[in-house]
């Protein structure tokens, strides 16, 4: 089966750090540019990072850059995105979403069932 | 940045009735534009790629369109499990952008 699963969400403290993985299956991982798309509770969605392919290139939100840090595993199908000095406002539902393409095309063809980061204010 | 606005926030319609949904993007996208529904509590769900190309498993009562910089998804005849929200999303150029959002809910 086609899926992503991510893992690693939870309460994090103004200024901590945390890692959220997705692993990804049934498809070759390796073939596809990802992403991270977030949702803050009861709002609409908002790109936060990408990378392609071969993790030669990442692109990110002017609201993450330098603070979140996207990787990927092909050889493991998994993708990540280290977040540092968080913010309230990044909490959210965090999505890895899968592209249909290796390097262009950034519309998302699979998503995962997301993963909730809360920030304390 | 490209801004996405989608009209209207909230759609009342009826089963079996069209629903026409609008995006309008700040800049030329050369057709580079994605549908997703969203229904309470799940993932987004790709419906419409390049504007106007259904994604796999799509029925063909959702259809979209475009006009410039304006573009629309159209449902033909609403089903109950059409009741969602439905963001455009732009991916001719970094940052990718999502629309608001429209919500279609029953009349």
């Known amino acids: 089966e086609v899926q992503l699963l991510e893992s690693g969400g939870g309460v994090v403290q103004p200024g901590g750090s945390l890692r959220l993985s997705c692993a990804a299956s049934g498809f070759t991982f390796s073939s596809y540019a990802m992403n991270w798309v977030r949702q803050t509770p009861g709002k609409g969605l908002e790109w936060v990072s990408s990378v392609r392919a071969g993790g030669d290139a990442t692109y990110y939100a002017d609201s993450v850059k330098g603070r979140f840090t996207i990787s990927r595993d092909n050889s493991g199908s998994t993708l990540y995105v280290q977040m540092n000095n968080l913010r309230a406002e990044d909490t959210a539902v965090y999505y890895c979403?899968?592209?249909?393409?290796?390097?262009?095309?950034?519309?998302?063809?699979?998503w995962g069932q997301g993963t909730l980061v809360t920030v304390p204010s | 940045e490209i801004v996405m606005t989608q009209s209207p926030a909230t759609l009342s319609v009826s089963p079996g009735e069209r629903a026409t949904l609008s995006c309008r993007a700040s800049h030329s996208l050369n057709s580079y534009l994605a549908w997703y529904q969203q229904k309470p509590g799940q993932a987004p769900r790709l419906l419409i790629y390049?504007?106007?190309t259904r994604a796999t498993g799509i029925p063909a009562r959702f259809s979209g369109s475009e006009s410039g910089t304006e573009f629309t998804l159209t449902i033909s005849s609403l089903q109950s499990e059409d009741f969602a929200v439905y963001y455009c999303q732009q991916y001719y150029n970094w940052p990718l952008t999502f629309g608001g959002g429209t919500e279609v809910e029953i009349k």
């Open positions: 390049g504007a106007s």
């Open positions: 979403a899968k592209s249909p393409g290796s390097s262009s095309h950034y519309y998302f063809d699979l």
